[in-house]
């Protein structure tokens, strides 16, 4: 039951000229009316931007993770499920293994710092420094623990908001531009982490 052989005995010269001529002749598909655009599920995520110089939400756990880590960071957690909120200020040791994590207790955001834990870089675990004041059970330690958890691995949660607060996570310098306050990074630092 052998098909018969097509015999195309062709030189390479009439095969592309062969082939040339489909190409012309081919007609093009029919293109369909461009249908009028579906709406998008979402634009690109943007922070919320609540006013410059004051703080934005994150809207992606990499920008959150990338500007945690940028050297001097100070950024709140949110719980909508407890509606807990805490501010913490996260600073690069100066061989860059380390991130001192330091939450705030008192009303005064520059200065009511207290020393929690320390992130070791090279596994990004999180663990309350021995010497904190601040308990293993304290719900400060615990929302930093819940949520670094997630950032660390870029895990999402309905229940976890981020936020900076102004301020450029890398030198701590007053953001303005668009661009830096979704990024929660200065034009110069955003380059350098
Ligand atoms: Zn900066």
Not at 67 to 95: I, P, Q
Not at 158 to 181: A, F, M, Q, Y
Request: aromatic share 8%; glycine share 8%.
């Amino acid at each position: 039951m052998n098909k018969p052989k097509k015999k195309e005995d062709l030189s390479l010269e009439e095969l592309f000229a062969r082939l040339d001529d489909m190409g012309v002749t081919t007609p093009e598909p029919k293109k369909e009316p461009t249908p009028a655009p579906k709406p998008q599920p979402k634009p690109a995520p943007v922070a919320e931007e609540v006013s410059p110089s004051k703080g934005a939400k994150f809207a992606e756990m990499e920008a959150a993770y990338v500007f945690m880590t940028a050297g001097k960071a100070t950024v709140t957690l949110v719980s909508l499920k407890t509606n807990d909120r805490f501010t913490y200020e996260l600073k690069v040791s100066d061989d860059e293994e380390r991130i001192y994590v330091a939450l705030m207790t008192g009303p005064d955001n520059n200065s009511s710092f207290q020393f929690l834990g320390t992130i070791f870089r090279d596994r990004d675990s999180y663990f309350r420094g021995k010497k904190s004041k601040i308990g293993e059970d304290a719900k400060g330690n615990r929302a930093f623990k819940w949520a670094w958890d997630h950032i660390a691995t870029r895990t999402p949660n309905v229940n976890l908001e981020i936020w900076h607060e102004g301020s450029c996570g890398r030198c701590g310098r007053k953001l303005t531009v668009p661009e830096s306050i979704a990024s929660g990074l200065g034009p110069e630092c955003a380059g350098r982490v």
